[in-house]
Every structure is written in C-alpha cells, then in structure tokens.
C-alpha cells in the first residue's frame, strides 16, 4: 500500500449511516484513490523528466517576464561557471561574458551561433526557443545545443564524397593519357629524337605521380568508421615495434585504450616511415652548398628511428 500522507486526499470516508451516505462514502474513496495514483505517476514522470533535462548535453534555461531565471539544468550551470542560477537575471548572467555569448541568449530568432571556443576555433550553437505561459505569466524557454562535432562528421563525408568523384573522374582521364604514352615511346623507336623519349617519359612520370596522389586521398575517402575497443597498450606497442623499430620515451599508460588497432596501426606506421624515408633521401641527395649564413636558431635535426 502507497503512503500518499501528504496529499489532499489521504483520508477516507467511514462507511457508516444511511446506505445513500455509504454510497457516497464509497465513491468519495474510489475518487480519491484515483486521485492519489493520478498524482503519484504524475509525481514519477516529473521525476524522469528533471532526471533526463539535468544530464542532457544540451543548454536549457527558462526565464519569466522579468528575465529571471526560473529553471536551468546541469550544463547550463557549467557553462556559466556557477550554481544555483535560479532567482538570478539573465543580465547579470551575461555581463562578464563575451558579445558572442550575449546574442546567442538575447537572440528572437532560432538559427545557428558561433561561440568562440578554444584553440581559436569556434564553437557553433544550434538555438531553439519557445514562449509559454505558465501560472498565467509569460515565460521564455532557451535550448542551445553544441553541433561542432556533428557539422564536422558532415563536412567530412560530404569531403569523401567529392574525393570519390574527382579520383574517379581522373583515373578515367589518366588511364587513355598513360596508354597514349606507352604507345608513343613504341612508335619512335631506338633512333627517335631523345628529346621527344624525355617528353614521354616526363609525362609517365607526373601520370604515375598524380596517380599515386589520387590513390592516397581515394583511400582516406574510403576509410571505414572506427571500430572502437578496449586496447592494451603493451601489445600493441610491441607488434608495432616489430614492424618499425624505434625508442620509447616515458612509461605506457597502465590503463587500456580505447580506439580502432587497425586505423591508429596504420597512422602510426605512417608516421614512422616519414622520418626514414627522408632521412634516407638526404643519404642519397646531399643538401647543396650555399652561400646564404643562416642563424643556429634556424637549423632543424632529423633523427632516424633507433
């Protein structure tokens, strides 16, 4: 049996007296049971719904008439730096925060804001507001989400997607281009004019380059979503080790990690075969002498893997 000791209809009806003064005891208790289950579930779906609001990403605050605050949630509270904000103004609120800010919570339009974020970049808001009425007052409700993540991801794909396009429209072009070539190098023969054989095998060479580039891009734009996991570090730093020696600095972290092996292994391996292949470029190609004096602060180092 629920307590409902609180509530206007806790007490029942004896069911004593005349049977008209029974018949409305009776349907004076089955109304005011109904009533305390009707409050109770109204009381638990207010609970979830302050539950859902408080730890939602996004800002929500509500404010009266007299632009005071009446309700905000948890992240609201983060991005202000300060709690409890009910019972302040929204003036007082913004007053030691940039002009950006400002527009985005004094706005009347719903759309797109750009905050500015960390790193000199900027964050940008998508706001959505509405007005209520609520105990017959007026009230303005502000909801602000940060979609920089998600305005990224789409950039992104719409990137490989034009990728695609332009590494198929050139392969198309490139391909009748390497085979005119090939077939013109044959044509001349061992007593044409070298000149010509250089033109030809100039224009293999930058086909084969460009090809090369287009492939590159291709397979970034190909690259699948990550399949995130719970990686130790040890072994996967060891088999990497084994493919491309190199030092260590500092200690692995204890605790695993939590990304794709595949694509952080292919990243990884990149970034180590650069070092080697200039380092094996410069071996072979020795920097030409100049009589240009440059600074100590100037010169750089490049260091092959250990």
Request: hydrophobic content about 40%; charged content about 25%.
């Amino acid at each position: 049996m629920l307590n409902f000791a609180d509530s206007d209809f806790s007490t029942t009806l004896p069911l004593q007296g005349s049977p008209e003064t029974r018949a409305l005891a009776q349907r004076y208790n089955a109304m005011a049971l109904k009533l305390r289950e009707e409050r109770y579930t109204l009381h638990q779906r207010e609970l979830i719904l302050d539950k859902v609001i408080q730890n939602t990403p996004m800002l929500v605050l509500l404010i009266d008439a007299r632009q005071r605050v009446i309700f905000a949630n948890r992240e609201t509270e983060r991005f202000f730096g300060r709690t409890p904000l009910a019972g302040q103004t929204l003036e007082t609120l913004l007053q030691d925060h940039n002009d950006a800010v400002k527009a985005l919570f004094q706005a009347e339009q719903d759309g797109l804001y750009l905050l500015p974020g960390q790193h000199d970049e900027n964050d940008t808001y998508h706001l959505v507001q509405g007005r209520f009425r609520l105990h017959n007052q007026p009230h303005r409700l502000i909801l602000a989400r940060q979609i920089t993540r998600e305005l990224a991801r789409q950039e992104a794909a719409a990137w490989k997607k034009v990728i695609r396009v332009i590494s198929h429209e050139l392969n198309n072009s490139l391909a009748p281009i390497s085979s005119m070539s090939h077939s013109g190098r044959k044509l001349l023969g061992d007593s044409a004019d070298p000149r010509l054989l250089r033109v030809f095998r100039a224009i293999d060479e930058r086909c084969a380059s460009l090809n090369q580039f287009i492939q590159g891009y291709a397979t970034f734009a190909k690259l699948p979503s990550p399949r995130c996991q719970d990686v130790p570090w040890p072994p996967f730093i060891e088999g990497l080790h084994k493919q491309y020696p190199f030092k260590l600095d500092g200690a692995l972290p204890a605790r695993s990690g939590w990304f794709d092996p595949a694509q952080l292994e292919r990243v990884l391996v990149n970034l180590l075969k650069m070092p080697m292949k200039v380092v094996a470029i410069m071996r072979r190609s020795p920097c030409p002498s100049s009589s240009t004096r440059r600074s100590p602060r100037s010169a750089c180092a490049i260091a092959a893997p250990a």
